[in-house]
């Protein structure tokens, strides 16, 4: 889009005008040549690629001009900072989101032309920053955005992995992992903080010792690293604030080991490297599956370990040894359980460091700690085995112990009332260290149990995922302490997933209501509601869809090399691929639309609605059965993309390597997408809110943040099918005797029969759903099958009626305004965090 257009979308002309005022930075087109010469050794941008660099190492300065800015208000201040402690930070790529955030995209589009490049090619040399598998690391980017932009005082602290979310390759329509290498060509958008680093260590032995009267517990670790800082700028929008992401990069004590490097032995020389490097080597690529492996609990404590440190280290320069104004001054959120060990890592630093006594440091401790669970899949729910926790972090071990003994002891007070076996059997099922119930032989540590216990609130991602946090998983403890208990609904950043992704959409909207200040109050939105049925108004949404689509068209026609069916409807499911997502249960449709369509007649044909049905995302390495429904998708793909009769009618596409930035090109184009998780497994999801911001459709279950999209959208507007969460315990024990529908049954022998070939390959798969014997479709996809054909064939009568579904689509976005992560943040910041917004001058 030229950058006249996308002037609607900026703040304000003065503030615009102000910016560039103050601002002491070069003219960009001779910045951009200049970077490309001094920091490159180029002449001249002969690539987008040298383009993209040029211009991000020119943005980058402007950027660090305003966190300096940022820093030293906040130092002046020294307002209460929110420490958001995350495993991942699904962050994308950065130019985009920056020069818009910044209200620096018409200086630099105006650059770029001159040097004879445009925008939008030149941030498609971007790799993404793919430190996140999927909602979880997503949510956390989203979040660091609204903190900026709401002027929060507020970092993100994580870990630099060197290599991020695999990347996903079809061979032969399986899917291979390859390794995602992404900081080769540098990385403009960090900064490296020489000198800013901590040692972590573990392993090791713990000795009590006399330090004049008082008994003192000293640890000494067999092993030691370095966690070097490295900082990245998250800029606001609208606004001078520009906030921090802190990731850690595990560096060796000893550089090099030249003794043994000149006796000969180079592979021990270099082995303390490769031993602490391989601590931020890898991020793990699980969804909701945690790998018992030993380097996660131990990237785990590295990243908490040198963030507490790093905060403490902050709050002492500024309060002295005054621990007990912490809590005003630091608050910590662990995203989801893999952050817990900061529970034990604060007792210690305040304990054995700081010499606090046991109870006062456990004051402070549970006062900064609040926690966020992510899901309700059992198998997520980490719990590490007391040996293992023992050998790697024998002080934790221990300190955990004491933890656990002073709560199973005040939690037997607080029972007094109940008959003394009744009350031993729910202190041993609260206990925080617990035999594992499929080997009796082996304790582990419960890390939710550990973060309820350690914090002051505890909250689920969606309403219904929070009761079912209450009344289900931590049900015990919800009795215990009712009012830690809270839910806080998921939102997502609507500058970069309406305004910035869609800036076509976000014109004809700024146009539309007068002025572009719903970015930041979506609330706004809802005015759209008053043209949902204006037919002009219909015409200019539809043609930005239309135009979205032709995109998508033309990315499908680069990555498989067809042309599909603009006139069709898009149909769309992108997400990690997971049985208890169901993208089994969509594929079974389209096997089932496909077969209709055969049996047609080509004058019935003519009145089918044509779909282009994308399924996108990544299986867990491990994860067989997922890597099978994928297979399915590409084999049924194969043959019904080649058929000629159905073709423009029907046509099913794998998006190979589904991440941030294929997000951004497929949700605008999107109209229907899928949601269609068994009830009550989906704690929230964030694509559908991205979905529902971009007018798209939803067809979906009765599940996480579905609900409450329904609710604002008018559930009318909605696809919902399907079972209720309170009906699954009942149907999973009669699942046996459930008895299949004929289609279903039809399928699933053409599955079995080699309709799509592989079909070995295919019978764990159908065994999974159909022979109680082997699988017992847990996600009880047999169960909603028929419901969601029935909701699949009201997809198509209202596609028919374009002004209704335009209408529909129309009233999708004026419903979003709630699922803005600013919302989200502002009930944290004022239920949790208690932080207050604290904004640098211009
Ligand atoms: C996801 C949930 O599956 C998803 O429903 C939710 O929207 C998202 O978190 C953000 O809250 N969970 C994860 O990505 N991973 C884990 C381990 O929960």
């Given at each position: 889009i030229p950058a006249r257009s996308r002037g609607a979308l900026r703040v304000s002309a003065v503030a615009e005008a102000e910016r560039t005022a103050t601002s002491s930075s070069p003219a960009p087109t001779g910045d951009i040549t200049n970077k490309l010469k001094y920091l490159f050794g180029k002449e001249a941008a002969e690539t987008p690629k040298d383009a993209y660099h040029g211009t991000a190492w020119s943005v980058r300065e402007r950027l660090i001009d305003s966190f300096d800015k940022t820093h030293e208000h906040w130092k002046k201040e020294d307002p209460k900072f929110i420490y958001y402690l995350s495993a991942e930070f699904l962050m994308g790529r950065s130019l985009t989101n920056t020069v818009y955030n910044l209200g620096l995209e018409g200086e630099y589009a105006d650059a770029l032309r001159q040097l004879g490049y445009d925008m939008e090619k030149v941030a498609d040399a971007e790799r993404?920053?793919?430190?996140?598998?999927?909602?979880?690391?997503?949510?956390?980017?989203?979040?660091?955005?609204?903190?900026?932009?709401?002027?929060?005082?507020?970092?993100?602290?994580?870990?630099?992995?060197?290599?991020?979310?695999?990347?996903?390759?079809?061979?032969?329509?399986?899917?291979?992992?390859?390794?995602?290498?992404?900081?080769?060509?540098?990385?403009?958008?960090?900064?490296?903080?020489?000198?800013?680093?901590?040692?972590?260590?573990?392993?090791?032995?713990?000795?009590?010792?006399?330090?004049?009267?008082?008994?003192?517990?000293?640890?000494?670790?067999?092993?030691?690293?370095?966690?070097?800082a490295y900082d990245n700028p998250i800029p606001g929008f609208s606004t001078p604030t520009t906030s921090n992401l802190r990731l850690w990069d595990a560096q060796p004590i000893s550089e090099f080991d030249l003794g043994a490097f000149n006796a000969g032995d180079y592979d021990r020389a270099m082995l303390d490297r490769e031993r602490a490097e391989a601590i931020s080597a890898v991020l793990y690529p699980n969804d909701s599956t945690p790998e018992g492996k030993e380097l996660r609990l131990k990237q785990q404590y590295f990243f908490v370990c040198a963030s507490l440190q790093d905060v403490l280290s902050r709050f002492k320069a500024t309060h002295g040894t005054k621990f007990e104004l912490l809590p005003d001054k630091a608050c910590f959120q662990l995203n989801d359980t893999h952050p817990t060990i900061a529970v034990a890592e604060l007792m210690r630093l305040l304990v054995d460091v700081e010499g606090l006594d046991w109870d006062a440091a456990w004051t402070i401790t549970t006062k900064c700690l609040n926690y966020t669970n992510h899901t309700v899949m059992p198998e997520a729910l980490e719990k590490w085995p007391v040996k293992v926790m023992a050998k790697m972090l024998p002080r934790h071990m221990e300190i955990i112990e004491v933890i656990n003994e002073g709560w199973t002891k005040w939690l037997g007070g607080h029972l007094k009332e109940l008959k003394a076996e009744e009350r031993a059997k729910r202190i041993s099922a609260m206990s925080i260290i617990h035999e594992n119930p499929w080997n009796k032989e082996e304790m582990l540590v419960n890390m939710a149990y550990?973060?309820?216990?350690?914090?002051?609130?505890?909250?689920?991602?969606?309403?219904?995922?929070?009761?079912?946090?209450?009344?289900?998983?931590?049900?015990?403890?919800?009795?215990?302490?009712?009012?830690?208990?809270?839910?806080?609904?998921?939102?997502?950043?609507?500058?970069?997933?309406?305004?910035w992704c869609n800036p076509e959409l976000a014109s004809l909207i700024t146009e539309t209501l007068g002025s572009n200040e719903w970015i930041n109050d979506t609330e706004k939105l809802s005015a759209l509601r008053a043209h949902a049925s204006d037919p002009t108004f219909q015409k200019k949404w539809a043609a930005v869809k239309h135009a979205k689509k032709e995109k998508l068209a033309a990315l499908i026609k680069k990555i498989h090399g067809d042309s599909v069916n603009t006139n069709a409807l898009f149909d769309i499911q992108i997400k990690r691929i997971h049985e208890y997502k169901r993208q089994y249960l969509n594929v079974l449709s389209i096997i089932w639309r496909y077969k209709q369509l055969k049996k047609m007649t080509p004058e019935q044909r003519k009145k089918a609605v044509p779909r282009v049905c994308l399924i996108g995302g990544k299986a867990a390495s491990?994860?067989?059965?997922?890597?099978?429904?994928?297979?399915?998708?590409?084999?049924?793909?194969?043959?019904?993309?080649?058929?000629?009769?159905?073709?423009?009618?029907?046509?099913?596409?794998?998006?190979?390597?589904?991440?941030?930035?294929?997000?951004?090109?497929?949700?605008?184009?999107?109209?229907?997408?899928?949601?269609?998780?068994?009830?009550?497994?989906e704690a929230s999801g964030t694509s559908n809110m991205k979905f529902q911001m971009n007018g798209c459709l939803i067809i979906g279950t009765w599940d996480g943040a579905n609900i409450e999209i329904a609710e604002e959208t008018g559930v009318d507007n909605v696809f919902v099918f399907g079972v209720r969460a309170d009906e699954i315990n009942q149907l999973r024990k009669e699942r046996k005797n459930f008895k299949t529908d004929p289609r279903w049954d039809e399928i699933m022998k053409d599955i079995e029969g080699g309709m799509f070939g592989d079909k070995d390959y295919f019978k764990p798969l159908v065994d999974s759903v159909n022979n109680m014997k082997v699988g017992n479709d847990w996600f009880l996809v047999a169960n909603d099958f028929a419901a969601y054909l029935d909701a699949q064939e009201e997809v198509d009568k209202v596609y028919k009626d374009q002004s209704e579904w335009l209408r529909r689509s129309i009233m999708y976005t004026a419903g979003s305004g709630k699922f803005s992560s600013d919302r989200t943040i502002r009930e944290y910041a004022e239920d949790i965090w208690h932080v207050k917004p604290s904004r640098p001058a211009a």
């Open positions: 993404d920053a793919a430190l996140g598998n999927g909602g979880l690391g997503r949510l956390a980017a989203c979040f660091l955005d609204s903190i900026a932009t709401l002027d929060l005082p507020g970092w993100g602290y994580g870990i630099r992995y060197k290599y991020g979310m695999f990347k996903q390759v079809l061979k032969n329509g399986y899917q291979a992992e390859q390794p995602d290498i992404w900081l080769t060509s540098g990385n403009p958008w960090e900064i490296r903080r020489d000198g800013l680093r901590f040692e972590v260590g573990f392993g090791g032995r713990v000795e009590r010792k006399k330090d004049g009267n008082k008994e003192v517990t000293v640890w000494t670790p067999s092993e030691k690293v370095w966690a070097q550990l973060a309820v216990v350690g914090s002051s609130a505890v909250n689920g991602v969606a309403a219904i995922h929070s009761n079912i946090v209450k009344d289900e998983i931590l049900n015990d403890f919800y009795q215990i302490f009712p009012s830690k208990f809270q839910n806080k609904t998921n939102g997502v950043t609507p500058r970069r997933w309406l305004a491990a994860y067989d059965m997922a890597k099978r429904i994928i297979r399915l998708v590409t084999a049924v793909g194969d043959v019904i993309n080649k058929d000629p009769e159905t073709k423009d009618l029907l046509s099913l596409y794998f998006l190979p390597d589904y991440n941030v930035t294929l997000a951004e090109t497929i949700i605008p184009a999107a109209e229907l997408s899928q949601h269609i998780s068994t009830a009550g497994t």
